[in-house]
C-alpha cells in the first residue's frame, strides 16, 4: 500500500488557529487506499526541521505534502522552490529570531519541488478550488521545514514526490484579524488536499 507523509504547522504569531494543522487532524488514516502519516510540526527553528528528518526516518514515505499558513494569500500556492535561506520577520514560537542565515552552510542554494506541481494546479483549477504556483515559500519555517524535506531526500537519494503547499487563512480568522485579509473554507482546502493526495497515488505517478 502506497504510503504519504503530510504535514502542517501549529499556530504561530498572531495566528490562534492553522489552517494546515486544522486539516492534519481532520484528514482520515487512510484515502483511495493511502496509507497517510499524519505530523503536526512546532513552529520551531530547531524541532520543526528535526522532526521532518526524523518523519522520514520512521515512515519511508512513498511521498510527502508539507502545507503550512501564508495569510494573506488568497489562493492554495504550491511552492516551486526552497531556498537555502532563513530570514525571520516575527519570532518562532520558541522566540527566536533567525535572519540573514543559511539553513545548511554546505547546501545548495535551492532545491525544486518534485510534486507534479502543473498536473495538481490544473485539477485545483478544474475543480473550482483557488490556486496558483508560486515561487516564493518565504524565508520562515514553512521555507525551512520544504529546505529540509528536499535536502535530506536529496542526501539519501530518495526520489520521491515531495514538496511544500501554502494554505490561506480560514474564514474565522479573516473573521477575527485587524487586517483585511483572504479567506478559504475547510471544505475547499479538504478538498485541494484529497485531489494532491490522489493523483500522488494515481498510475501516471507511481
Not at 36 to 43: E, G, N, S, T, W
Not at 75 to 99: C, H, M, Y
Not at 105 to 125: C, H, I, K, Q, V
Not at 167 to 193: V, Y
Request: some cysteine.
Amino acid at each position: 500500500m502506497m504510503k504519504l507523509l503530510i504535514t502542517g504547522f501549529e499556530p504561530f504569531g498572531e495566528h490562534h488557529t492553522n489552517p494546515s494543522q486544522v486539516l492534519i487532524k481532520t484528514l482520515p488514516d487512510a484515502y483511495l487506499g493511502i496509507t497517510l502519516v499524519k505530523a503536526i510540526l512546532p513552529v520551531h527553528a530547531a524541532l520543526a526541521p528535526a522532526q521532518m528528518v526524523k518523519l522520514l526516518e520512521t515512515h519511508k514515505p512513498d511521498g510527502v505534502i508539507a502545507f503550512g499558513l501564508a495569510a494573506g494569500r488568497a489562493k492554495v500556492s504550491l511552492e516551486r522552490v526552497a531556498l537555502n535561506w532563513l530570514d525571520f520577520s516575527i519570532p518562532d514560537n520558541a522566540g527566536e529570531t533567525i535572519q540573514h542565515k543559511l539553513i545548511c552552510e554546505d547546501g545548495p542554494a535551492a532545491y525544486f519541488s518534485t510534486l507534479p506541481l502543473d498536473r495538481m494546479l490544473t485539477a485545483l483549477n478544474s475543480a473550482g478550488i483557488p490556486a496558483e504556483a508560486s515561487l516564493s515559500a518565504g524565508a520562515y519555517l514553512c521555507n525551512q521545514v520544504f529546505y529540509t524535506l528536499m535536502d535530506t531526500l536529496a542526501q539519501h537519494k530518495t526520489a520521491i514526490p515531495a514538496g511544500f503547499v501554502h494554505l490561506p487563512a480560514l474564514p474565522e480568522q479573516a473573521a477575527n484579524s485587524k487586517q483585511p485579509i483572504p479567506s478559504i473554507g475547510l471544505e475547499k482546502i479538504l478538498a485541494a488536499a484529497f485531489l494532491m493526495i490522489e493523483i500522488l497515488g494515481s498510475p501516471a505517478n507511481t
